[in-house]
């Protein structure tokens, strides 16, 4: 039987009281109970007692969330299949708490199956992956038209602005955010997920500088291509040939992006762009690589290896996956160990004045009004049933709805429920 978040065994709810047994010995705890001074006691246990307010998501945490339940701030992004805003939960244990919310339109997603594909796997991955340099799934649900993600606020916004405003990196300040970024890649990749979609607007900062990889770009998509199929295939500027010949792929299409992204880093623009699709995808397939003379020989050689066209040949490509790329010359000075720990301090700190601050986004978002608007299209029964299992509570949310006791280290007994014992504590993602 399932309710809620949790998943509840059929047995409990017939085993609903004490056994004969012990019944006694709990009346006379419960008895014993009533009868404290409540406030004398938790006067003599100190600052050590947690004290938890009495409300509905404690004693029952498995109310389910809704977009009521978040108040609207502002547009981060939006595109064809729905929008990204940056939220305030109104309820619960964690309400004050500033998160971005990303909405996609039931509708227009299943109109093809490789974007119903898509959007469930991005689901499925941000549940499953938890990595410092990985953007965080805290919540999903879903309404009768639409589709709910809410992910940790980024507040340092895209490396896409920031390479904007600066024109290009220099290449210590390339270097660290490659090392962030391929430490992900590689992450994924020992889970059997290749990311297909590296490219500045997908990388955001959070409040220190470091880099998350995200899919908040796949919403902006709309904006800049009317072809909607790119959004979930990847841009064409950081995509791998063998993408484009569509003679199948793996894991090393990531490490091209990383090549076109170093690139795109130190010169202002990918190795093989053009002002149509056409000769972008010739540029990919045929074009020659042209290194600029200012580069070090350590990323012009790193270069020349990532963007080979033939996987095989790619430094990456072999059953080793990362260790190659992080053995070069051009992450010479960095400690791998204590950049994954987080301990090297980021090239730039986003100047941001408040856990709300949207200053790092593109304002032709911010200025907007936040509106979630109504959904007209609402699917059958039948096709609803592709988002069956959506909804999902991360569990370190579910650690904060921690159960009322007492300690007895302080001289007081502990007081639990038989049936909360029987009860599983970890959240389970399921159909609403």
């Given at each position: 039987?399932t309710?809620?978040?949790?998943?509840?065994?059929?047995?409990?709810?017939?085993?609903?009281?004490?056994?004969?047994?012990?019944?006694?010995?709990?009346?006379?705890?419960i008895?014993?109970?009533?009868?404290?001074?409540?406030?004398?006691?938790i006067?003599?246990?100190?600052?050590?007692?947690?004290?938890?307010?009495?409300?509905?998501?404690?004693?029952?945490p498995?109310?389910?969330?809704?977009p009521?339940?978040?108040?609207?701030?502002?547009?981060?992004?939006?595109?064809?299949?729905?929008?990204?805003?940056?939220?305030?939960?109104?309820?619960?244990?964690?309400?004050?708490?500033?998160?971005?919310?990303?909405?996609?339109?039931?509708?227009?997603?299943?109109?093809?199956?490789?974007?119903?594909?898509?959007?469930?796997?991005?689901?499925?991955?941000l549940?499953?992956?938890?990595?410092?340099?990985?953007?965080?799934?805290?919540?999903?649900?879903?309404?009768?038209?639409?589709?709910?993600?809410?992910?940790?606020?980024?507040?340092?916004?895209?490396?896409?602005?920031?390479?904007?405003?600066?024109?290009?990196?220099?290449?210590?300040?390339?270097?660290?955010?490659?090392?962030?970024?391929?430490?992900?890649?590689?992450?994924?990749?020992?889970?059997?997920?290749?990311?297909?979609?590296l490219?500045?607007?997908?990388?955001?900062?959070?409040?220190?500088?470091?880099?998350?990889?995200t899919?908040?770009?796949?919403?902006?998509?709309?904006?800049?291509?009317?072809?909607?199929?790119?959004?979930?295939?990847?841009?064409?500027?950081?995509?791998?040939?063998?993408?484009?010949?569509?003679?199948?792929?793996?894991?090393?299409?990531?490490?091209?992006?990383?090549?076109?992204?170093?690139?795109?880093?130190?010169?202002?623009a990918?190795?093989?762009?053009?002002?149509?699709?056409?000769?972008?995808?010739?540029?990919?397939?045929?074009?020659?690589?042209?290194?600029?003379?200012?580069?070090?020989?350590?990323?012009r050689?790193?270069?020349?290896?990532?963007?080979?066209?033939?996987?095989?040949?790619?430094?990456?490509?072999?059953?080793?996956?990362?260790?190659?790329?992080?053995?070069?010359?051009?992450?010479?000075?960095?400690?791998?160990?204590?950049?994954?720990?987080?301990?090297?301090e980021?090239?730039?700190?986003?100047?941001?004045?408040?856990?709300?601050?949207?200053?790092?986004?593109?304002?032709?978002?911010?200025k907007?009004?936040?509106?979630?608007?109504?959904?007209?299209?609402?699917?059958?029964?039948?096709?609803?049933?592709?988002?069956?299992?959506?909804?999902?509570?991360?569990?370190?949310?579910?650690?904060?709805?921690?159960?009322?006791?007492?300690?007895?280290?302080?001289?007081?007994?502990?007081f639990?429920?038989?049936?909360?014992?029987?009860?599983?504590?970890?959240?389970?993602?399921?159909?609403?």
């Amino acid at each position: 039987m399932t309710t809620g978040i949790f998943e509840i065994d059929d047995d409990f709810h017939k085993d609903v009281g004490p056994s004969s047994e012990d019944e006694y010995e709990i009346t006379d705890e419960i008895k014993e109970f009533e009868e404290m001074d409540h406030d004398h006691l938790i006067e003599e246990m100190g600052s050590d007692v947690e004290k938890v307010p009495i409300c509905q998501e404690v004693v029952n945490p498995k109310e389910k969330l809704g977009p009521s339940d978040f108040e609207l701030l502002k547009v981060l992004g939006k595109g064809g299949y729905g929008k990204v805003f940056q939220v305030k939960k109104r309820t619960g244990r964690d309400a004050g708490s500033i998160f971005a919310m990303k909405v996609l339109k039931k509708a227009t997603i299943v109109r093809n199956q490789k974007d119903t594909a898509h959007t469930k796997a991005e689901r499925n991955i941000l549940e499953a992956i938890k990595f410092p340099f990985i953007v965080d799934l805290l919540y999903a649900f879903q309404t009768g038209g639409k589709l709910y993600l809410i992910l940790e606020y980024l507040s340092g916004g895209e490396l896409f602005m920031h390479l904007e405003r600066e024109g290009v990196f220099l290449e210590d300040t390339a270097s660290f955010y490659l090392a962030e970024i391929t430490l992900a890649l590689q992450h994924l990749h020992t889970e059997g997920i290749i990311y297909r979609d590296l490219k500045p607007e997908n990388i955001l900062l959070d409040l220190n500088g470091h880099i998350k990889l995200t899919d908040f770009g796949l919403c902006k998509e709309s904006i800049y291509h009317t072809d909607m199929t790119h959004t979930f295939c990847g841009t064409i500027e950081y995509m791998a040939p063998e993408i484009l010949t569509r003679h199948g792929h793996g894991k090393a299409v990531d490490w091209w992006s990383l090549g076109t992204l170093m690139y795109d880093m130190l010169t202002g623009a990918p190795p093989f762009c053009s002002d149509n699709r056409k000769k972008t995808i010739d540029k990919i397939l045929k074009g020659k690589l042209v290194l600029p003379p200012y580069l070090t020989a350590e990323s012009r050689d790193l270069l020349r290896k990532l963007l080979k066209r033939h996987p095989q040949s790619r430094l990456g490509g072999g059953s080793d996956d990362a260790e190659p790329i992080k053995a070069h010359p051009f992450f010479r000075h960095l400690n791998w160990d204590e950049l994954y720990a987080r301990k090297v301090e980021p090239p730039f700190k986003p100047s941001v004045t408040s856990e709300e601050d949207v200053s790092q986004f593109d304002q032709r978002f911010t200025k907007e009004t936040p509106v979630d608007s109504p959904c007209d299209n609402m699917l059958s029964e039948s096709a609803d049933r592709i988002f069956q299992g959506f909804t999902y509570v991360a569990p370190s949310m579910m650690e904060s709805l921690s159960k009322l006791s007492f300690s007895d280290s302080h001289g007081a007994r502990s007081f639990r429920s038989p049936r909360r014992s029987r009860a599983p504590s970890s959240p389970m993602s399921m159909a609403p």
